[in-house]
């Protein structure tokens, strides 16, 4: 039996995941034999585990039975956000309209929920408003701006928008060491989390160094997983407090010196740009070490 499926959600998540939300008995064995056999196909097309699925995609099951592809009912852990969690989100909304808002995320709260995430923003913005959609990601350790949006149409706009690299984001990075030239493009193969080759293109500036420290101001045109924290350890200037990518560092007891400083795009021909406030532990480190770039940063975030 034959099963097509029109996807109608701007899910933005991997047909694997998206075919164990649908049947939930399925293993991932399963799921990856059965799309290797060209059995699963999106738009009448072989295709791979790791696709993202897009609103309007053609799932076809040509496989399908219910035995097979039964579901059963799983019961999810709810989870508790605590007021201290939900007063510090609010906190931390620096823009809002009626379509999205834009937070200033600190660190050490994870994005999305995981096995080891007890909670995340997209648990706390659920539990808000089941509207509410994450359009991006940052890394736990990352602090800086984010981009939430409150409805379907504005998760379609800006998944687009990224997609078709209309939003400018401009993130600045502590870096142990310095980089050969002062301004540049970087264009670097790394590996994603399934081992496969990925292009990233970042252009940096170098607002100041001092005492081997300089601060950078990144501005990716890609947006990959570690893509920062790699490209800064390929320039030979590895991120500040970053324990994956600059072991037996003199800072490995420094929070992770990466934030996403600032954001711009246009909708409907309304210009919009945000800048974020530096966080305290990033400044306090600055402070300690007498470094004091910040000055410049406008300027250069201007000359971009």
Known sequence: MIKKINIKEDYEVRLDKYLKNLFTSLTQSFIEKNIRKKNILINNSRTKANYIVKFNDNLIILNFHEELYKNKIVFKKNIKISDK??????????FQNNDFLVINKWAEIATQGGSKVNVSIDH???????????????????????????????????????????????????????????????????KNKNQEIVKTITN??????????????????TGKTHQLRKVSKNLGCSIIGDNKYNINSRYSHENLMLHAFALNFTI??????????????????????????TNNLEKELNNF
């Open 268 to 293: 409907n021909r309304k210009k919009f740009r945000f800048t974020s406030e530096i966080p305290n532990y990033f400044q306090n480190f600055m402070q300690k070490n007498k470094l004091k770039f």
């Open 85 to 94: 969690d939900l007063k510090k989100f609010n906190e931390s909304i620096i």
């Open 124 to 190: 706390i913005i659920k539990n808000i408003d089941s509207d509410y959609r994450l359009v991006h990601r940052l890394d736990k350790e990352t602090s800086g701006l984010l981009l939430i949006s409150k409805n379907l149409k504005y998760a379609r706009y800006f998944s687009n928008f990224f997609k078709q690299k209309l939003i400018t984001k401009f993130y600045i990075a502590l870096c142990e060491g310095s980089p050969k030239n002062k301004n540049s493009k970087v264009n670097l193969n790394i």
């Open 204 to 221: 940096y500036s170098v607002i100041g160094t001092k005492n081997n420290i300089t601060l950078i101001l990144y501005n990716p045109k």
